[in-house]
């Protein structure tokens, strides 16, 4: 059982915990089952809806006749194989990839509409022929990306800030999902700070922020990206920029910049040193 299934086994577990510990009659557990059916849960992937009756019910006789591991999340047995489409195509498919490496997605697509009267998804497309070891790097047309160490010269010059997704962990009863803020430096590697949180947010993110200055002091400068719009509805960069330009840390806010128009760098120097040049930056990602 892996960590993943060990999530699902203790949220259907600790959902069903009231039958399994003998806390309520064997007469009352159809309706205590009834009752759990018309209740919003999250489930340990994030998702929030009910769980049905069939499915409480079908885990309880898990439960008993298998045990804690029964309640696990079994593998689909079809798992890594195609299901939308034949064998036959996905075969196809590959055979033309690996026949000319350079036929592209649409190309493929044209064969099999002409042979099968079938299109693939892109996506999809893809995913099989990199199972099958038929994509232009695995076949040597690519070269391997080059990837650069986004670094600076001293310590403190530069301070690096994200959010990441964290386990998921029982809070009064309940699989919830928790984020991981940190701040790293950019030329020692060294995290200046590093916690998890239940949520991922401006007030989180200066709250490490100002645990990381009380314990090392000011940066030079600090980069914060744009967070996605689906994992944070407000852009925190943003936020921070405006706490900072409104003096919130007794800060002043010297250069804005931007690495590219996807990716805005937010630069401050500490404290005013106006007028000082804003080093160069690399286009690479920071490894």
Known sequence: M?????KWAIFWCDLLSPIIYEQIEPEQINRYLKAKAQQDLQFPDGRVGKASLKTLRRKLNGYREGGFDALARKKRIDRGKPRNFSQEVIDKAIELKKEQPHRSECIINRFLEEMYSVSVPKTTLYRHLKNAGATRLKLGIAKTKIRKRWSRDHTHDLWVGDFEEGPYVLDNGNVVPTYLSAFIDCHSRYIVDARYYFRQNLDVLIDSFIRALCVHGAPQ?????????????????????????????GIVLATVCKVSPNTPCLSMIFPCQKGLPFPTTSKASPA
């Open 2 to 6: 892996n960590k993943k299934q060990e």
């Open 221 to 249: 400068q600090l980069y914060v990206d744009y967070a996605e719009e689906k994992t944070v509805p407000k852009k925190v960069g943003d936020d921070l920029y405006t706490a900072i330009e409104t003096k919130t840390f």
